[in-house]
Structure formats: C-alpha cells, structure tokens
C-alpha cells in the first residue's frame, strides 16, 4: 500500500501549489507520518523542511496525476504568480507583483528559467514539455547569488531524472476532449558498469480551443520533444551527464476577442479642427465603435487568417561532478542553445469584410469609403493588426563551482559567463482608418467631395543583440551551535549588451524617415550583489530563518518600434531589488502536520516596466520601456500547509496575501499621468489554494484515488493605470481526477476534468481606441491517462 499512498497524497500536495514531503506509511495502515522530500534550492541537496528559503516543490508523479503538461498550469498553483498566454516569443510571468512583459530583443526577463542549473535564455523554458521530470522546484524573489544568471524577480527550476544502475522507465498514453491526443515513453538504465543512459519522447496534439469560422482552429497545439542522456562514471570521484533535446512546436496563435466594443475616443487625436457628422456627437466619439464586429462567442469567430506560434529548440549540456577530496568538490556545467521562434497573429481579432492587398497585407476599403459613412461604420473595424515576429536565439554558458569544508563550515567559490546572440524581425501590417477616415468623412459631408481613402502601413524592424553576463561569487556557511546557522555571499555581476536596430518602411507609432535607418549602440553596467541568511532550528521539527539578498535586472533597449535613430538607441536603466525575508516551517502532531509560513518586504529602484506612451498625436499610442524613478515596495505573506487527517486522506492548501505600489514618479502619457502609489499589476491581494485526496484499497492488489483542488484568485489590475474597466474580477478554477492502479504503481489509470465549471477566466486584458481586447484561460478539458511503468 505504501507505494500507491504516497503517490496519491503527494498528488494532493501538488494540486495545492506546494509539494509537501512525500507520505510513509505502514502496511497495516495504522501509522502514517510525512518525510521530508531532497531538494535543490541552494544548489545542494538539503531537506525541503531544513533549507532556509522560500520553495514550492511540484513532483513528477504528482503532475502525472493531475494531467499537468504545461509552466502554464503549473504557475495557476502558486498563489501570487501570474503567467499570460503571451506569443511564443514574448511570454510574461509574474511574481509577488514584479515580472516583465518587455518585448525586445535586448530586454531580460525578471522571472528565470532553468533547466539542471542551465538558465534558458528568452522564451525556450516557457516551450518545454514537462514529462518524465524528478520536479519542479520555485523560488520567489531575488535569486542572484546561486543560479548563473542573476535573478530579480524569481525562478523556476526544472531537475529532470538521471540515468542509474537499474533499468526503468514508463510509457503514458492520454485522450482528451479537444480531440487531445498525447504520447509518451522513456527508458533509463546501465549500458555498462560505468555508463547510464537514458532517452524520453514524446507528442501531443489538440485542437484549438477558440474557431474561426472561415477556415482553422487557434489555440491547438503540435509538439514533439526528444531528449537524451549520457551519464557517466569510471570512478567513486567522477559524475558526469551529458544531455542533449530537442523540441518542436507547430501551434495555433493566441485567441483574441473583442471583449467590450466600448466608444472610441480615437479621432480626437487629430490636431485640427473638422466639422461635426450628422448623428455623432459633436465631440466626435464613435458611441460602441466595433459593436457590429463583436463575436456573441468569445471563442468563435470569423478572421481574416489563423495565426501560429512554429519553434525548433536545440539544447546540448554537460554537468561535471568531480570530488577533488574528502572536503572539496568541482562542479562544471557547460551547455549551448538554440532557439527558431516563428510567430503570427492577429492582434484585433476582428473580420475585415473587404479585400486584403497580397503585397501590403492591409485591408483595401476604398469601394466602402465611396459608400458613406454609414458603410463605413458597419463594415470597417478600427483595428488591423497583422503581426509576425521570428526570433533567432543562440546561447553558450559555462558555470564553474568549488565547494568544500567541514564539520561547521561550508564554503563555495565560482564563476559564470553567458553569451547570448538575438536576432529578431518583425514584421506588422496595420491599419487604424478612423485617425483620418472620419476626419476625411466629416469635410466631405460638410463641404462636398469625396473622403480620400486613410492610409494603412507595414512596419519593419529587424533588431539584434549580443549579450555577455558575467558572474563572480562566494559563500559561506558557519554553524555557530548544533541548531543555529549563518549564511553570507556576494556575486559580481557585469553585463555588456551590443544593440541595433533597422527600421524600414513605416511605423504606426511615429512616421520614419526616408528610406528608415540602421542605428547601432553599447551599454554595460555591473551591481555587487550580497545576500545574508540567519537560521535556527532548535528542534527537530522547527526551523526559522531571515534572509537578505540583493537582486538586479540588468539594462537594455527596446528600439523595434522606434520612429528615428535617437529613440532607437535609448537604452533604459538596470533595475535593482533588496529583498527581506523571515519564516519558519514546522512539522508537528507526530509530522503528520506541514507548516510553512514566511513574510517578505522587497524595495525595488528603477523597477523596469512597459507602457504605452502616445508620442504622436497622430498616432496610437506603443510600448516603451520606462523606470519608475524610485521604484516600487513588494510586501506579502505566503502560507503553506499539509495535513494528513487519516490513511490515505490529506488535506493541503496555500495562501498568498500580496501587494505592491509603486512609490516613485512614472509617467505614463503625454497628460503627465503618474502612477505613483498605484498597485503593481498582475497583483491579487489575495490567493488561495485547496486541495484534497483520498486514496482506498479496493482489492488485494488495486488501490483508488480521488483527488479535488479548488484554485482563488483575488481581483487584480492588468495596467498599471489602476483602470476600473482593467481590473480583473475575483475567478476560480475547480479540477478534479480520479484513478485506480495497482498497489506496485507499475500501471494507473486516471480520469480527470480541468476547469470543471468551465469558468471563462482572463489571461490577458487591454484597451485600445475604447475597444476592450482579452485572451481567456483554458476553458473545461478532461480525459483520461494510462501510465505504465516497468523495471522500477
């Protein structure tokens, strides 16, 4: 029995957004107790209840269970993450109020990710497929001292399973609505008395989750992945895996729906006088602008075309364990990756009844303009936005590690360099009529004549960036007593970025000059970053700690979009966090009671953040990168517990209570709006985790589980304007599973359902012209999944 009970307690552990330690259990049923899961938080394997930091912990079996495939699920259960359905090249994750949705290709990310200590550079962590993983650890806030690549704002680590001694492995099989169909398999296991090896493929498919009506799903997905592993050791002192994968995505785009088709207060951007039209108001709003194209589905509709998020990933790594004594050890990791991101969408979401120029890509209207005004209105959105990006990422990094000590001291000395190489072109045909069409219109009716038809454009940007970061760092540990212990490092951090940017044809932000520009420029900064930890565990089951750290975001560009040289070449500061932490976990009532708690309070100076500025008054308004002058605060308290009520029943959940205000000038527009002490978005005050599950014996040799988690999440903004009509509402998430297996675990079947009350919750939400625009979340999938595992 213990085997199936563990596996179905930790499934519950998960479902709440936090992987307790795994269950034990006597065969008799009578004592049953937690024991403490390894983790890898501080680079080293220590005892989830023993390191004294923040970490939520996903176990591999745990995500079988629950059908997780994806970052995006998992992210739904760490209460205060937030992680949009953004295109491929640009995702956006957000942690304790701090993340980044900046678009470039000289811009970083505030949230890291990392596979077996290798930082995933761009957007290729968010595109990995999570099978046949040992876990998934997540540490919120500054990570600068341990993790290669400096972090600000957070990280998510993926440890995938080495190859050993014993040959093992599994196959799963599973069907889903959405005509979800995903496959599986991996061995591991000795080729000789030094070597292991090990290979994993897999591929899923389904159909899209939103329909346009003239031909093609969006949202589907195709995605195949291979990975492979050499391990190797000749002798007690050496230990060395290499690993090679490969991923390739083939999906549909993001769904965009005209969520609320508001009145559009877009003409009154033009800087002359024109008379009024018969029927609108004199002040030239155009009362609910797109209401004739608003889709009565938010996920079906008509589009002018499907769009597509197409990726190959590439990776090669090697992690060198060497023990140079009793008392020192060497750790190198080496690793390269590429990266070919192909990505289109339509960012309107709105039908264009009229011809499309097969050169430009623009809608062609000028047959409706020659129709009237009325035509016009009925026929012609005010948004076209046809937009494709290609990104090409390369990237070496070499980290190397000497660690030793004692019996009370601990100490470790390293090195890391990352070079990353980013090309990308993008490519957006646009349309917006109304600046000049009903201007056009209103002279006409006025004065006679016919409206001249507006213009629409193509913009192009081809812009690069070559990146170094470089990393010199230390730490020591001293345990003063048997139960007290303080922690103390610092990393050099210096980056160096190369940045250019060719503009060509036109822009829908600024007019460009004659035959564009090819602007070139450099920048590099450097921060020492300390970090101080103070722990005491005065019992067994006790374990307090503070903690210190110091994080920083380097600088950068965002020159895609710029209208002349100057703009394209002004970079923006680093951003810089000092962190403050103080928790404690517990296990009591004979540990069969987890508790964690820990409070936090984060300053960050400079915080880079990314707006839309209007700096034409002809033009719609686009998205720069800005820092806050003085920055922002980030406080919080976050509570993890796990309760096991009787054998085979657990109860688990997490609480997140979050805020974050900017506390410096930000100034958003050309009215001179300042979001100072206006709340971080993505922020829900509050958020909450509940999960529960049981498991049963139901015959000699086939055990039950049933499993429930119910997700909450607070209202937050999606702006930081703290616009009413921007504030997302309260939403949940209830997903249930259910299975049988046999009690050696060597095959399950399960049954789940995601999103049981098929709630239409927001992943992304804007405003342009007075038209509301959303992305949703996943609406209600189940199937169910068949897992076979042998050699175990």
């Not at 616009?723 to 049988?740: H, I, M, Q, R």
Request: hydrophobic residues 35%; glycine residues 10%; aromatic residues 12%.
């Amino acid at each position: 029995m213990k085997t199936a009970l563990m596996s179905g307690l930790c499934g519950a552990a998960l479902i709440s957004g936090v992987q307790a330690p795994a269950v034990m259990a006597q065969d008799q049923g009578e004592e049953f107790y937690l024991e403490e899961i390894i983790v890898n938080a501080r680079r080293k394997d220590e005892g989830l209840q023993d390191v004294p930091v923040s970490v939520q912990v996903f176990d591999a079996s745990a995500m079988e269970e629950a059908g997780i495939r994806d970052l995006y699920e998992v992210t739904n259960r760490i209460p205060g993450a937030k992680f949009n359905i953004a295109n491929a090249t640009d995702p956006e994750i957000f942690m304790r109020g701090i993340g980044s949705n900046i678009q470039g290709a000289a811009a970083d990310s505030s949230v890291g990710i990392f596979i077996d200590g290798v930082y995933m550079a761009r957007s290729s962590g968010v595109l990995v497929d999570l099978f046949d993983l040992e876990r998934v650890e997540v540490l919120k806030g500054p990570q600068s001292l341990r993790f290669g690549k400096n972090i600000v704002g957070g990280l998510i680590h993926y440890i995938t399973k080495k190859p050993g001694d014993e040959t093992e492995g599994k196959v799963e099989a599973s069907y889903g609505n959405f005509n979800a169909v995903n496959i599986a398999a991996s061995i591991r296991g000795p080729v000789s008395d030094t070597v292991s090896a090990g290979l994993t493929a897999t591929s899923r498919t389904r159909d899209g989750f939103a329909t346009n009506t003239m031909g093609g799903d969006e949202e589907d997905i195709n995605v195949q992945s291979l990975r492979g592993s050499l391990r190797f050791r000749p002798n007690d002192k050496l230990d060395a895996t290499v690993t090679a994968d490969y991923t390739r995505h083939r999906d549909g785009a993001r769904w965009v729906d005209v969520d609320v088709a508001g009145d559009s207060h877009a003409v009154t951007y033009n800087s002359f006088f024109a008379p009024p039209i018969p029927g609108l108001p004199d002040s030239f709003v155009l009362p609910t602008r797109n209401a004739p194209f608003k889709n009565s589905d938010p996920r079906k509709g008509a589009r002018n075309f499907s769009g597509y998020q197409n990726s190959d990933l590439y990776g090669i790594a090697a992690n060198i364990d060497y023990d140079i004594s009793d008392t020192m050890a060497l750790n190198s990791i080496t690793s390269f990756r590429k990266s070919d991101i192909d990505v289109r969408e339509d960012g309107c979401g709105m039908y264009w009844n009229v011809p499309i120029d097969s050169e430009t890509q623009v809608p062609v209207i000028d047959a409706v303009m020659a129709a009237g005004v009325d035509a016009y209105l009925n026929t012609v959105p005010d948004c076209w936005f046809d937009q494709q990006k290609a990104d090409d990422v390369k990237q070496f990094s070499q980290e190397l590690r000497l660690s030793g000590g004692g019996e009370r001291l601990q100490w470790s000395l390293g090195a890391y360099v990352l070079k990353e190489d980013i090309e990308r072109l993008e490519r957006v045909s646009f349309y917006f009529p109304d600046f000049d069409g009903i201007t056009e219109f209103a002279f006409a009716i006025a004065y006679g004549g016919e409206p001249a038809t507006p213009a629409g454009g193509t913009s192009n940007a081809r812009t690069g960036s070559k990146a170094t970061n470089l990393g010199l760092f230390g730490e020591l540990t001293y345990d003063i007593t048997e139960s007290l212990s303080i922690n103390g490092g610092v990393r050099y951090a210096y980056d160096k970025k190369k940045f250019t940017s060719n503009r060509f044809g036109d822009s829908f932000d600024s007019p460009l000059p004659p035959g564009g520009f090819t602007v070139t420029d450099k920048d590099s900064w450097d921060a020492w970053l300390p970090s101080l930890t103070l722990s005491y565990a005065p019992t067994d089951g006790q374990n307090y700690f503070a903690r210190v750290e110091r994080g920083y975001k380097a600088g950068g560009y965002t020159g895609e979009n710029a209208g002349n040289p100057l703009d394209a070449i002004v970079s923006f500061a680093p951003e810089f966090a000092t962190s403050y932490e103080a928790g404690g976990k517990f296990l009591l009532a004979d540990r069969r009671l987890m508790v964690n708690a820990v409070a936090y309070f984060t300053k960050y100076k400079d915080l880079q953040t990314q707006q839309f500025l209007q700096l034409d008054p002809t033009r719609p308004p686009d998205n720069f990168v800005v820092n806050a002058e003085n920055g922002a605060e980030a406080y919080g308290l976050e509570l993890d517990f796990k309760a096991l009520l009787g054998a085979g029943f657990a109860v688990t959940g997490n609480y997140a209570y979050s805020r974050c205000e900017f506390t410096g000038t930000l100034i958003i527009d050309e009215d001179g709006t300042d979001v100072d002490g206006n709340t971080c978005r993505r922020t829900p005050r509050h958020a909450a985790n509940l999960g529960a599950s049981y498991e049963v014996d139901l015959a000699d040799n086939l055990v039950g589980s049933l499993g429930a988690d119910y997700q909450w999440t607070d209202e937050y903004f999606f702006e930081n304007t703290n616009t009413a009509d921007l504030k997302n509402p309260s939403e949940f998430t209830l997903n249930l599973y259910a299975g049988v297996a046999a009690k050696d675990d060597r095959w399950r079947l399960s049954a789940w359902v995601k999103n049981v009350t098929d709630e239409l919750n927001y992943a992304s939400r804007l405003e342009l012209f007075g038209t509301y625009y959303a992305n949703y979340q996943a609406p209600r999938t189940y199937g169910m999944t068949f897992t076979w595992r042998f050699g175990q």
